[in-house]
């Protein structure tokens, strides 16, 4: 996970991603669209994104082509999905909350737990004392 963040937090090689989503790309044709990148700027972000797993070369004579793994972002779904769930249910929690006036919703069929009577109580603050 740390290398497939560290091959997107460049913006280059998101750059990269974009050209490659919906074709297959040599070395050459990437570092012209590119433009004022050189050529051996163009190999080592294609080599960066291509240890993280994100593309894929195929050799063909003297050219690379490029092409995006689809499973390569896989993991960082994963972990997004999972963040994004663990959100919306504190959210949800926090939304029924604030429906129930701060009160913890009960489930279905779950008693009320009865108060403790204020001699209870007060002997219970004695006892801490």
Same mark, same amino acid.
């Given at each position: 996970?740390?290398?497939?963040?560290? *091959? %997107?937090?460049?913006?280059? /090689? #998101?750059?990269?991603?974009?050209?490659?989503?919906?074709?297959?790309?040599?070395?050459?044709?990437?570092? #012209?669209? !590119?433009?004022? !990148? &050189?050529?051996?700027?163009?190999?080592?972000?294609?080599?960066?994104?291509?240890?993280?797993? %994100?593309?894929?070369? /195929?050799?063909?004579? +003297?050219?690379?082509?490029?092409? =995006? +793994?689809?499973?390569?972002?896989?993991? !960082?779904?994963?972990?997004?999905?999972?963040?994004?769930?663990?959100?919306?249910? !504190?959210?949800?929690?926090?939304?029924?909350?604030?429906? =129930?006036?701060? #009160?913890?919703?009960? *489930?279905?069929?779950?008693? #009320?737990?009865?108060?403790?009577? /204020?001699? &209870?109580?007060? /002997?219970?603050?004695?006892?801490?004392?």
């Amino acid at each position: 996970m740390d290398q497939l963040l560290h *091959a %997107l937090a460049a913006p280059r /090689r #998101r750059e990269i991603l974009r050209l490659l989503r919906r074709r297959e790309r040599s070395a050459g044709e990437i570092h #012209r669209a !590119l433009g004022e !990148l &050189t050529f051996g700027a163009v190999s080592q972000h294609l080599g960066v994104l291509e240890q993280a797993g %994100l593309v894929s070369a /195929r050799r063909e004579g +003297r050219s690379r082509f490029y092409a =995006t +793994r689809d499973q390569g972002l896989q993991p !960082l779904r994963e972990w997004l999905d999972e963040m994004w769930t663990d959100a919306l249910s !504190l959210l949800k929690q926090q939304a029924e909350a604030e429906e =129930t006036g701060g #009160r913890p919703q009960r *489930a279905p069929g779950e008693r #009320r737990r009865p108060r403790a009577s /204020r001699r &209870t109580f007060a /002997r219970t603050q004695r006892r801490r004392r």
